[in-house]
T-cell receptor, first 116, second 111 residues
Framework: EAGVAQSPRYKIIEKRQSVAFWCNPI?????LYWYQQILGQGPKLLIQ????????DSQLPKDRFSAERLKGVDSTLKIQPAKLEDSAVYLC??????????????FGPGTRLTVL | AQSVTQLGSHVSVSEGALVLLRCNYS??????LFWYVQYPNQGLQLLLK??????LVKGINGFEAEFKKSETSFHLTKPSAHMSDAAEYFC?????????FGAGTTVTVRA
């Protein structure tokens, strides 16, 4: 079974530029998550999709970050314009929807963003 | 909201020695708890999970964790460290299908 795919793996941009990250979840996983992991910290949830609908985007800085999952499969996370503090690893994860059960999330390798 | 606290940002152990990573949770309801491992430049991999069945949970790579409600703890252990255990470890709690992670503990293994 193929895992969660992410691209690019690394990106270096200057502040005020735009950047986009792509994620393809495990086949059949209805739920998709984007996390931001700043160096020395645990991952922080940015946005959660179920199929192509947003479940939780309360931690997404909506003035500069946007995400979409148009066909309920792969997803794109965009930052426009980027700030220095956006330097982090952006992790994508996916899971099955298990009613009343344990939500095991499977993570991709991440995209390491450096903003200069 | 549920949360976890990991005690100790860095742990150094000798090869063959016990590995003990501490995690305490804050939850108003019986929690689902997880331990993940992250190797350099990789994503997170699930080590084990607690789902209110057995209080002693066995995971991959020889790791296990014990859920102690009285201490609100879910500490991770491995009897004998191997060089390949050098990584960062995260404790997490599931809150309405959303994972909240601790800050992580970096493990180094001395030869």
């Amino acid at each position: 079974e193929a895992g969660v795919a992410q691209s690019p793996r690394y990106k270096i941009i200057e502040k005020r530029q735009s950047v986009a990250f792509w994620c393809n979840p495990i086949s059949g996983h209805a739920t998709l998550y984007w996390y931001q992991q700043i160096l020395g910290q645990g991952p922080k949830l940015l946005i959660q999709f179920q199929n192509n609908g947003v479940v939780d985007d309360s931690q997404l800085p909506k003035d500069r970050f946007s995400a979409e999952r148009l066909k309920g499969v792969d997803s794109t996370l965009k930052i426009q314009p980027a700030k220095l503090e956006d330097s982090a690893v952006y992790l994508c994860a996916s899971s099955l929807v298990v009613a009343g059960g344990v939500n095991e999330q499977f993570f991709g390798p991440g995209t390491r963003l450096t903003v200069l | 909201a549920q949360s976890v606290t990991q005690l100790g940002s860095h742990v150094s152990v000798s090869e063959g020695a016990l590995v003990l990573l501490r995690c305490n949770y804050s939850s108003s309801v019986p929690p689902y708890l997880f331990w993940y491992v992250q190797y350099p430049n990789q994503g997170l991999q699930l080590l084990l999970k607690y789902t209110s069945a057995a209080t002693l949970v066995k995971g991959i790579n020889g790791f296990e964790a014990e859920f102690k409600k009285s201490e609100t703890s879910f500490h991770l252990t491995k009897p004998s460290a191997h060089m390949s255990d050098a990584a960062e470890y995260f404790c997490a709690v599931s809150d309405d299908y959303k994972l909240s992670f601790g800050a992580g503990t970096t493990v180094t293994v001395r030869a």
